[in-house]
């Protein structure tokens, strides 16, 4: 009985093998980010260069195959639909046109060297409509002993973006960016400009204003520099004319 017991374990060693050897050829699995803007192109490319002799496209969700192919030949689609949006190179970059809301999902890539090493790669792509370009606007202005308070509006169409305030170019110590910032300035320190930046994780856009002393803002650097010029001469053409 202990013989053909030892038998029956041998057997199950020998038909448990190959999974083994499966187990310890696949790689540990990267993971990868995408961010596109609806309506554009993007790749997904294989991370790791190498000699492959096969490639595999998969939706993760729902484990479909999206296509597949050896080297050199040409591909399966598994997808029809998609077959005029997407483009498999002969390096296993998947290309994906004219992008949309619904193709934000996790695709995984298998990748067989030649070796018979095989590599999985996973692609958590998110697509972002593109964001519309801020206006910035003054929301308030006010004067009171030399010094000036402003409170500016950062407005856009789009929703769920970040909003990031510069003043002469330099990010702003405000320590919550969100759609309005306010700013009070002594009479010592005059900006020259604010940039709002919206952004979300596919594309950003800007807006940028002018400060006008001694406390408003213009939207070009032409209308500032002739109100500074205006500030500081006509005391001088006044006290020329004056007697």
């Known amino acids: 009985m202990c013989y053909r017991g ?8 020998l038909l448990l093998l190959p999974q083994l050897f499966r187990v310890n050829s696949i790689q540990a699995r990267s993971e990868h980010r995408v961010f596109a803007v609806t309506g554009s192109t993007t790749s997904l490319d294989v991370p790791k260069p190498g000699s492959y002799q096969r490639f595999a496209w998969i939706y993760l969700a729902d484990s479909q195959k999206i296509v597949e192919t050896n080297v050199n030949q040409q591909p399966t689609w598994f997808q029809p639909a998609l077959q005029g949006r997407i483009h ?3 390096n296993g970059t998947l290309n994906i046109y004219r992008v949309q809301k619904n193709d934000s999902t996790e695709y995984l890539l298998q990748a067989l060297e030649t070796s018979g090493v095989e590599q999985e790669s996973l ?121």
Not at 6 to 13: A, Q, R, S, T
Not at 185 to 209: G, I, M, R, W
């Open 88 to 90: 498999l190179e002969n």
């Open 123 to 243: 692609f958590l792509l998110e697509v972002h409509d593109p964001v519309s370009k801020p206006v910035i606007k003054a929301e308030e202005k006010k004067e009171e002993n030399s010094s000036c308070y402003l409170k500016l509006l950062c407005e856009t169409s789009s929703k769920s973006v970040n909003y990031t305030w510069y003043v002469d170019s330099a990010l702003s110590q405000q320590e919550h960016q969100n759609a309005v910032f306010e700013i009070p300035l002594k009479p010592e320190y005059h900006p020259k400009s604010f940039t709002c930046k919206v952004s979300n994780p596919a594309s950003s856009q800007s807006d940028k204003v002018y400060f006008i002393p001694p406390c408003d803002v213009a939207r070009s650097s032409g209308v500032a520099w002739i109100a500074t010029w205006l500030v500081v001469m006509v005391p001088v053409v006044l006290s020329l004319l004056l007697p």
């Open 6 to 13: 030892k038998e029956w374990y041998l057997v199950l060693e």
